[in-house]
Each structure stands twice: as C-alpha cells, then as structure tokens.
C-alpha cells in the first residue's frame, strides 16, 4: 500500500469509529431515565436528611422507581424563602411534604393527614385534650414559633387568643444549621421537665417521642371549639410547580397507588394519622 493510500484510509476509519461514537452517545442519551428532582432539607428528621433516613426520602425513591425516573436531590435548609429559591427557580421538580392550599406550590391528593397534639410526660398523668383546661394557665407550656412570626402557627394563635401568653416557652422550629434534629428539642424539654406540657404538629411528636427515653403521652387536637375556622388538622401532598399540572397528575395517580405501602411507612416512623372519612365528617 502506498503512503498515500495510508493516509487516505486512517482518516476514513477516524470518520467512521467517531460516527459510530456520536451514534451510541446519542442513544445513551434518548434512552437516559428521566430525573426526578427533588428538594429537600438535608437536617429535618422525620422528614429528610442527606443520609436519606427520613420517610419523605423513603417515599421519593419509592415513587421514582415506580415511575422509571432517576431520583436526585438538591439540598437547602427549609426555612424562609425556601419555595422562592429551589421549587420556584426550576432547580428541583418536587417538594415532598407540602400542605394543600399552600400559596408556594400547588400540591398533589394529600397522602396523610395529621394534627397538633398536646405532650406530657407519661408519668405526670396530666391527660391535657383541650385548649381550655384551666391548668394551661398555670402549666409552662412548650410551643414551637417560627422567628419574628410566633403567633403564626395555630396553637400558639390559640393559646394567646385566651390570654395564655406569659408561661408559654418558646422553641424554634429551625435551631441552627449546625444543629442535629433541631425540631425535637421541643420534645427534648417534655421528657427533661424544662416545660410542663407542649404543644406539637403530630408527626414530629409522633417520631421524637418514640425515641425518647422517658414514655410520653400523645394526645391529637382535633380542633378549637372557641376557633373552628382555626386549622389544627392539615392534609400533606407532593408540591410541585404551579402549571406543572402533567407531574401532579402522574403524582396523584402514584399517591393513590401506593397509599397503602405509604401509610404503613408513616406507621414505622410513628406518624400520627387520621382518618380522611373524619376530616370530611368535621368539616360537614
């Protein structure tokens, strides 16, 4: 073979490996599992953290298996702003834990639903089940507040709107970022006798009480008979984008699918649940 021959033939053979190349490239791509991106906060047991110990992170890779999607996270601490900077700049497609009628997001079916409860310490007997029982005045009362916005959550509304203010101690829901758990330390405080009783969304006094060393009583609110407007029984959903209406849809169908494998991972992590049929009853 002459040289230029050689040389005529090596860049044909070049050509025809890298067509072949960009081919399985191409294909590799097209047949990609499509992403499932998810954001969460990387320190908030019950719910998620980075080990994926939290049943939100149980039930994404739940649902992105049975939906043949890649699961992937970005992480951000779910405090102020948290919607505006992931769900809402298009970095992540889902929120897993969001309350129907949320401004922020637009959710899926609810997959549970839980309430505030009342805390005690087992061994005090104390069996506190409503806002007006008269030893709330005295009692210090442990209650979760959200920065500069206390009164926000219902049963702190509760309690200020009978006059119940100066033994009520208050616990940041957020702590700080280098804080593990910081959400339990309300729980925390019942079992160490720091307060008296408290007052907590049922899935966190659900989970940190079966780990408390000390037997707590859970008691559910179901409602305030001097507020009926006044929500303590919410409805938990998917929250995806507002006009991400074809994921929701794939969502709500794999929510109703699934709801039987859900409510038992809810149940293992000691999530108090009730009864869709008895929200709809008490709200009739």
């Not at 002459?2 to 860049?11: C, D, E, G, I, L």
């Not at 499509?34 to 739940?62: H, I, K, T, W």
């Not at 507020?227 to 409805?235: E, V």
């Not at 699934?258 to 929200?279: F, T």
Request: aromatic content about 8%; charged content about 20%; glycine content about 8%.
């Amino acid at each position: 073979m002459s040289s230029a021959t050689k040389h005529s033939v090596f860049p044909i053979r070049c050509a025809a490996l890298l067509a072949a190349l960009l081919l399985a490239v191409s294909a590799s791509i097209s047949h990609a599992a499509p992403l499932l991106r998810v954001c969460a906060d990387p320190n908030n047991l019950p719910y998620s953290n980075q080990q994926l110990q939290g049943f939100e992170n149980r039930m994404a890779e739940m649902i992105a298996s049975d939906l043949g999607m890649k699961l992937t996270y970005v992480w951000y601490p779910q405090r102020s702003g948290f919607f505006r900077k992931t769900l809402d700049s298009g970095v992540c497609d889902v929120v897993m834990g969001v309350p129907s009628g949320m401004d922020e997001a637009i959710a899926t079916r609810p997959y549970y639903f839980s309430s505030y409860a009342f805390l005690t310490r087992r061994d005090r007997h104390l069996q506190i089940a409503s806002f007006d029982d008269p030893r709330l005045r005295t009692l210090r009362i442990g209650v979760h507040i959200l920065g500069d916005q206390d009164d926000s959550l219902p049963p702190v509304h509760a309690l200020i709107s009978r006059g119940i203010v100066r033994n009520l101690v208050g616990y940041s829901i957020f702590g700080n970022l280098s804080e593990q758990n910081p959400a339990a330390d309300l729980v925390q405080a019942v079992a160490r006798k720091h307060v008296d009783v408290a007052v907590v969304w049922g899935p966190l006094a659900g989970y940190f009480a079966r780990q408390s060393k000390v037997p707590l009583e859970i008691t559910p609110i179901a409602a305030d008979p001097a507020h009926p407007a006044l929500p303590m029984i919410f409805g938990i959903g998917i929250g995806v984008r507002p006009g991400d209406l074809g994921l929701r849809r794939q969502l709500d169908a794999e929510v109703e699918r699934r709801r039987p494998q859900i409510r038992q991972l809810l149940a293992s992590y000691g999530i108090p649940q009730i009864s869709p049929l008895s929200v709809e009853q008490r709200g009739n």
